[in-house]
């Protein structure tokens, strides 16, 4: 069993839907969690960051995290095609991060 | 100017070849991180530096080795690659073990072994 699952999609809104994404993970000494933003032939870029559990919000984007149930999510409000991307939830402890496989999105103009 | 660097971009090898892929920061971070990306496993770590004389294995380490040169210099080999080693590489640093934890990737270099 890998120690953060991430369903891979692909998932396709039309524009303006809301995008909910999501990642269980089995080591409770996680306590940094992250969504990296990945565009085709790019590496990974920073999007949300949240230490131990609760909720951050950043203009459209809301990250959440139960650590009593390890799952977090990430939403994305008001869609635009410029969000189509793969999208990566990282987590950690002090000394390294572990990767979901990633979720391709696509928005539809 | 990037502030983590990666070169060559793209290679292609043949089977049994050394190379090297490399890596340098502009951002003065101690902790840097080799990964390999493939479809549908997402980014594994390779090996990982805590700082110029702190080597630690991730884990697929196993056909790789890497050099820490400078706080700013990490370089990941292959000492004889071998197909299944084709992959998409990042190297990252970070800043693990703060309150602000995160980590940066390079623009990433892709593997082709013949």
């Known amino acids: 069993q890998k120690e953060v699952e991430q369903d891979p999609g692909p998932l396709s809104v039309p524009e303006g839907a809301i995008v909910s994404l999501n990642c269980t993970y089995s080591?409770?000494?996680?306590?940094?969690f992250m969504w990296y933003r990945q565009y085709s032939r790019k590496g990974p870029e920073l999007l949300m960051y949240t230490y131990s559990s609760g909720n951050k919000e950043d203009g459209r984007f809301t990250a959440q995290v139960d650590k009593s149930s390890k799952y977090i999510s990430l939403f994305i409000r008001d869609s635009q095609p410029s969000d189509s991307a793969t999208y990566l939830c990282?987590?950690?402890?002090?000394?390294?991060?572990?990767f979901g496989a990633g979720t391709t999105v696509t928005v539809r103009a | 100017d990037a502030d983590v660097t990666q070169t060559p971009r793209n290679r292609i090898t043949k089977t049994g070849k050394r190379i090297m892929l490399e890596c340098s920061q502009t951002k003065g971070h101690d902790r840097m991180y080799w990964y390999r990306q493939d479809p549908g496993l997402g980014l594994r770590l390779i090996y990982y530096s805590f700082d110029v004389k702190d080597i630690n294995k991730g884990e697929i380490s196993d056909g790789y080795s890497v050099s820490r040169q400078a706080q700013a210099k990490f370089s990941l080999s292959l000492e004889s690659a071998i197909p299944n080693q084709t992959a998409l590489y990042f190297c990252?640093?970070?800043?693990?073990?703060?309150?602000?934890?995160?980590?940066?990737f390079g623009p990433g270099t892709r593997l082709l072994v013949l």
């Open positions: 990282a987590m950690g402890d002090d000394y390294k991060l572990s």
């Open positions: 080591n409770s000494a996680f306590q940094y």
């Open positions: 990252a640093t970070g800043l693990l073990g703060t309150d602000q934890e995160t980590q940066y």
